[in-house]
T-cell receptor, first 112, second 114 residues
């Protein structure tokens, strides 16, 4: 069965600092991986996705993520965080079906 | 940019009432989904549809029901609301019946049952 673990429930960074949000997945084959962002009171917006090919994927809003098969990880990174990045971030995995399995999310707080 | 709409955005209702949460998308997507999300928790799939007249239950058991009479419309109904139904409900859609594409989400309906 597929599963996703986001070890960090809450992360606080200063504006302009770099960011890395961790995501570990469990799946026997190469999964489809996604990062979504959810602002308060809003739905989820897709930041980026990995299906195959280059293991470093670029997304919107300056985010990138790297797929590491050996570590079963798909960590999200941003070199310089903006105050508007404060939100909840969800990692998700899909295997051989189109059903997404979501992690519990990481809440990002940004201090000026 | 995805166009998927949910109404109402917020709903406070008494126990025992029947409610319908609306979800519509204008992209012609075949697949549609309903998720339930409690505060600080992950999303759980409660219903999905692969097209008109297709509905399936998701991984999380739910007392709600859904219908898919038109491609663009995927309403969720609770016949008798209870406080345990208090949650946020998110609707999503994706393109294809056979290929895994990303899902586009609506803004959600936050339901409170008193």
């Amino acid at each position: 069965a597929q599963s996703v673990t986001q070890p960090d429930i809450h992360i606080t960074v200063s504006e302009g600092a770099s960011l890395e949000l961790r995501c570990n997945y469990s799946y026997g084959a190469t999964p489809y991986l996604f990062w979504y962002v959810q602002s308060p009171g809003q739905g989820l917006q897709l930041l980026l996705k990995y299906f195959s090919g280059d293991t470093l994927v670029q997304g919107i809003k300056g985010f990138e993520a790297e797929f590491k098969r050996s570590q079963s990880s798909f960590n999200l990174r941003k070199p310089s965080v903006h105050w508007s990045d404060a939100a909840e971030y969800f990692c998700a995995v899909a295997g051989n079906t189109d059903k997404l399995i979501f992690g519990t999310g990481t809440r990002l707080q940004v201090f000026p | 940019e995805a166009d998927i709409y949910q109404t109402p955005r917020y709903l406070v209702i008494g126990t025992g009432k029947k409610i319908t949460l609306e979800c519509s998308q204008t992209m012609g997507h075949d697949k549609m989904y309903w998720y339930q999300q409690d505060p600080g928790m992950e999303l759980h799939l409660i219903h999905y549809s692969y097209g008109v007249n297709s509905t399936e239950k998701g991984d999380l058991s739910s007392e709600s029901t859904v219908s898919r009479i038109r491609t663009e419309h995927f309403p969720l109904t609770l016949e008798s609301a209870r406080p345990s139904h208090t949650s946020q409900y998110l609707c999503a859609s994706s393109e294809s019946q056979t290929v895994i594409y990303e899902q586009y989400f609506g803004p959600g309906t936050r339901l409170t049952v008193t």
